[in-house]
């Protein structure tokens, strides 16, 4: 079984402050993702020439009544895997709780025991939806 860091996502109130504020660390925009649907835009920031070492900047174009709160503020660490399903497979044997499972073969959510948020995502295409997945239900949140 095979994991590859992706980034660490935080929560932003004011997008043009905080990428102010990582500019002055040294990082940089690496790519960018606005979804007018959803309201909110992705801000993905890194040290000049680590573009696998970002931080995720997450801004919701409506505001966000949580912010700013410490609580708040993180949100998720992602890592991609080889096989989604056996990966949830493995937690699960394990007494992991699936929050949010990979109903799309694609995306999954567990939480650490210190209650952090861990984002998984299937390396490359989506697999097919398969069960018990597909029907599985979200625990919690994620």
């Not at 309201?39 to 409506?62: H, I, K, Y």
């Not at 999954?108 to 239900?137: C, H, I, T």
């Amino acid at each position: 079984m095979t994991i590859r860091y992706l980034h660490t996502m935080v929560r932003v109130l004011d997008l043009e402050k905080s990428m102010a504020f990582y500019r002055l660390l040294g990082l940089e925009e690496i790519r960018r993702y606005d979804n007018e649907g959803g309201r909110f835009s992705l801000v993905f920031m890194a040290p000049p020439g680590q573009p696998d070492c970002p931080v995720e900047l997450t801004w919701n174009w409506d505001g966000d009544d949580g912010l700013p709160s410490d609580s708040r503020h993180f949100g998720h660490l992602a890592y991609e895997v080889d096989d989604i399903y056996a990966t949830c497979a493995h937690l699960q044997a394990n007494g992991v709780m699936i929050n949010r499972p990979p109903r799309d073969g694609h995306m999954a959510f567990v939480r650490s025991p210190d209650n952090v948020s861990v984002e998984l995502l299937q390396a490359g295409e989506a697999k097919a939806p398969a069960e018990p997945w597909a029907s599985m239900p979200n625990t919690g949140h994620w």
